[in-house]
């Protein structure tokens, strides 16, 4: 599908979203330590998906023309970036291993839901409904308020762990 220019530092974050969800989701698999997820969900959720939820808030939803968007689109929008922020409150404050694990797994799933469903149903709805001057707005302050998403962690848990091939 292609996206109108406008929009792509949104979808640029999209796919750092589902590299982290399928990381963390992977490091679940191998067992990586609960802090050591922790650790990383933290710290994208403060860099990474706390911003780019702010902007899509702040920029695309709070503005006028987004009345003429579905409601149910923009409240599904808005309802599972709180679900988010109830999930990372959940996985800081819990002291069970096992519950905060169960809340990571959810984390996991539910951003590659919702990044398919913005890419897929409100993305569209904000390129049909918007207007290209006002698309223009949208992009220009997104183009100014990007920030480059975590790429790089240590350690990599989420690769599978390596056999001693000396032994």
């Given at each position: 599908?292609?996206?109108?220019?406008?929009l792509?530092?949104?979808s640029?974050?999209?796919?750092?979203?589902?590299?982290?969800?399928?990381?963390?989701?992977?490091g679940?698999?191998?067992?990586?330590?609960v802090?050591i997820?922790?650790?990383?969900i933290?710290?994208?959720?403060?860099?990474?998906?706390?911003?780019?939820?702010?902007?899509?808030?702040?920029?695309?939803?709070?503005?006028?023309?987004?009345?003429?968007?579905?409601p149910?689109?923009?409240?599904?929008?808005?309802?599972?970036?709180?679900?988010?922020?109830?999930?990372?409150?959940?996985?800081?404050?819990?002291?069970?291993?096992?519950?905060?694990?169960?809340?990571?797994?959810?984390?996991?799933?539910?951003?590659?839901?919702?990044?398919?469903?913005?890419?897929?149903?409100?993305?569209?709805?904000?390129?049909?409904?918007?207007?290209?001057?006002?698309?223009?707005?949208?992009?220009?302050?997104?183009?100014?308020q990007?920030?480059?998403a975590?790429?790089?962690w240590?350690?990599?848990?989420?690769e599978?762990?390596?056999?001693?091939?000396s032994?």
């Open positions: 599908m292609k996206r109108s220019k406008e792509i530092p949104l640029w974050e999209h796919h750092s979203a589902l590299v982290n969800a399928s990381r963390i989701q992977r679940l698999e191998n067992q990586t330590a802090s997820l922790q650790e990383f933290e710290f994208i959720w403060q860099h990474d998906l706390r911003p780019h939820f702010d902007r899509e808030e702040n920029i695309i939803i709070n503005r006028t023309e987004a009345e003429a968007i579905d149910g689109i923009k409240q599904r929008t808005l309802d599972e970036h709180r679900e988010f922020n109830d999930l990372f409150d959940r996985i800081v404050k819990s002291n069970n291993s096992e519950q905060k694990m169960s809340y990571m797994e959810r984390f996991a799933k539910l951003l590659t839901d919702h990044v398919r469903f913005e890419e897929n149903q409100f993305f569209p709805a904000v390129e049909e409904h918007f207007t290209a001057d006002i698309l223009q707005l949208v992009g220009k302050q997104l183009k100014e990007h920030v480059p975590c790429i790089t240590n350690p990599p848990f989420w599978k762990p390596r056999k001693d091939i032994s």
